[in-house]
């Protein structure tokens, strides 16, 4: 079945801007759950998106904020963009999500690479 | 600080030996502990996942443990290839909280 797929892959903004980045989960999955990774700080948590409510969320300003859609496909948002968002973006999909008692897989897409300039 | 400390932060092997990454975490309560592998400008694609009963689980020539008394997991890469190398990351969940550690960058030599 089709993996987890992230669009656009790679994008440029320049700074005050907003962002828009995509994330189609692998059928069947109810949860979508999103990162940032950067070379100084690796890893780290945004939000997690189940059956279109939000479960979890990260350390993160206001700025960045999700949605998911009925379909569960899910959408991130960065507004006033600053030059250290720069990152790679990726989603990852699970069947029941990050709940603590959860072993099961996660799935993560190829990212959206943003360059904020 | 970050409560999943990976070690070495990086390393450089000859194709065909082995060697181990390691994985600290204060994560308390614990749930669950991930080894997930990244390559190069790709997602992070999943190893092995472990809950605080075992002791190791092996995939491949992956093998990791956990020990859950004193907080370590280390992953163990037998015989290695060119396509190991890759970032290593370490994930430790606890109750609604899921930490990530740094990663190791690992560079396996013909």
């Known amino acids: 079945k089709a993996g987890v797929t992230q669009t656009p892959r790679y994008l440029i903004k320049t700074r005050g801007q907003q962002v828009t980045l995509s994330c189609s989960p692998i059928?069947?999955?109810?949860?979508v759950s999103w990162y940032q990774q950067t070379p100084g700080q690796g890893l780290q948590f945004l939000f997690e998106?189940?059956?279109?409510?939000?479960?979890n969320k990260g350390n993160f300003p206001g700025r960045f904020s999700g949605r998911q859609f009925s379909n569960s496909r899910s959408e991130m948002n960065v507004s006033t963009l600053e030059l250290g968002d720069s990152a790679l973006y990726l989603c990852a999909s699970s069947f029941i999500g990050l709940a603590s008692t959860n072993t099961g897989e996660l799935f993560f897409g190829e990212g959206s690479r943003l360059t904020v300039l | 600080k970050n409560q999943v400390e990976q070690s070495p932060q990086s390393l450089i092997i000859l194709e065909g030996k082995n060697c181990t990454l390691q994985?600290?975490?204060?994560?308390?309560?614990?749930?669950?502990l991930r080894w997930y592998k990244q390559d190069t400008g790709r997602g992070p694609v999943s190893l092995t996942i472990?809950?605080?009963?075992?002791n190791t689980k092996s995939n491949g020539r992956y093998t990791a443990t956990l020990d859950a008394d004193t907080k370590q997991s280390s992953l163990h890469i037998t015989a290695s290839q060119l396509s190991d190398s890759a970032s290593y990351i370490c994930?430790?969940?606890?109750?609604?909280?899921?930490?990530f550690g740094a990663g190791t960058r690992l560079t396996v030599k013909p």
């Open positions: 998106y189940f059956s279109e409510t939000q479960r």
């Open positions: 994985c600290n975490y204060t994560v308390s309560p614990f749930s669950n």
């Open positions: 059928s069947g999955h109810r949860s």
């Open positions: 472990m809950t605080f009963s075992e």
């Open positions: 994930v430790v969940s606890g109750v609604n909280d899921m930490r």
